[in-house]
């Protein structure tokens, strides 16, 4: 029997009408800006969030590490969350290809204020580093799944503007973001001067992410990815993917998101569980309780077919997927339900 594999939504496999859309891509050589399916993803996808252009690219990693080589400069600083994927699990990338410095924020479950923003800013005196760039994720992964609605963006980036700092959005599961708070992805364009999207989350394409920006910085943007070894050929069969993701794959993430909360319901009701963190997208964190011992819950979760990931001292996170069946879910209550601490 298949696991019910609640460990990310990165691990969904290619459904059959996706590995169609990938086997009758035409594709040519991306390097040499042939391949006529990579453009099509592109402007797509730049069109969708209402920015000029977009490159496509094996990762979100990549996608943000080239955005912020772009925005920064040696001795400048990007301010971001604690918790952020940018400086969390990108093995210090912002280090080791900038050279720039990071000034952490204490947000709530990963989200920042515009207040925090302005206070972040440092004052133009030769003992700081030049604060280049802000950079938010939405949704936010360490918090939860937790969103930022479009007139909390709005907000933050009115602070940037006013000091000439660009905004970059790590925007890994924007779509999650997007499908829970209503907002319009158009109207991200306004407000970003540059966002990552990942393809290969939620939205079940098996690779890939897209960077977006104004003309001339992507441009330029593909000499970073270049350099970084991320040229590649005939990538037309995986842009395929992904515009088969974003073509039939957004509006089912409503679903997604509802069994979140139904699990987080169940949770709720077992002794073992101390807390669950309100649900808000795909994302389950729950702390159990001291008693039980994390290692021989997951154990336990795993001998009877479930994965998940421990995420903390007795914390652990489920993420629902677009392979997460209605079968799937009635076991997994029964599971959840079976646990004797
Ligand atoms: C997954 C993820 C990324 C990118 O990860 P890759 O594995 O490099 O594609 C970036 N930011 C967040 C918040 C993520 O969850």
Redesign the pocket.
């Known amino acids: 029997m298949n696991p019910i594999d609640l460990r990310s939504d990165?691990v969904t496999k290619p459904s059959p009408g996706m590995l169609q859309a990938m086997f009758s891509a035409p594709v040519g050589d991306d390097v040499y800006n042939e391949d006529p399916t990579v453009h099509e993803l592109q402007d797509y996808c730049a069109s969708l969030f209402g920015m000029e252009a977009a490159l496509f690219c094996p990762?979100?990693?990549?996608t943000?590490q080239i955005a912020i080589k772009m925005h920064t400069q040696p001795l400048s600083e990007v301010i971001c969350e604690k918790t952020s994927?940018?400086y969390l699990?990108e093995v210090g990338g912002i280090a080791f290809h900038s050279a720039a410095s990071v000034h952490l924020v204490d947000g709530v479950r990963g989200k920042i204020t515009p207040q925090q923003v302005l206070a972040g800013i440092n004052p133009d005196n030769v003992h700081y580093p030049v604060t280049s760039l802000v950079s938010l994720?939405n949704t936010c992964?360490k918090g939860g799944g937790s969103y930022y609605t479009l007139a909390e963006i709005a907000a933050i980036a009115e602070v940037c503007q006013q000091n000439g700092i660009p905004l970059h959005l790590?925007g890994?599961?924007v779509f999650n973001a997007l499908a829970a708070s209503g907002d319009s992805a158009l109207e991200y364009g306004k407000y970003f001067d540059s966002i990552?999207v990942?393809l290969?989350?939620g939205l079940g394409a098996p690779v890939g992410?897209v960077l977006l920006g104004k003309k001339n910085f992507i441009e330029k943007a593909k000499r970073v990815r270049k350099a970084l070894g991320g040229g590649w050929r005939q990538a037309g069969y995986l842009a395929a993917a992904g515009l088969y993701a974003l073509q039939n794959n957004l509006d089912r993430l409503q679903e997604d998101h509802a069994r979140a909360k139904q699990i987080a319901q169940e949770l709720a009701l077992s002794s073992y569980v101390a807390e669950v963190i309100p649900v808000e997208t795909n994302i389950v964190i729950f702390r159990l309780a001291d008693e039980v011992d994390m290692d021989q819950y997951l154990e336990y979760l795993k001998e009877n077919g479930v994965l998940a990931t421990s995420f903390g001292p007795q914390l652990i996170r489920f993420v629902t997927h677009l392979d997460i069946s209605e079968d799937m879910m009635q076991t997994l209550f029964e599971v959840l339900d079976g646990f004797q601490a």
């Open positions: 990165t990762t979100g990693t990549m943000n994927h940018i699990y994720e992964n790590d890994a599961r990552s990942c290969s989350k992410s």
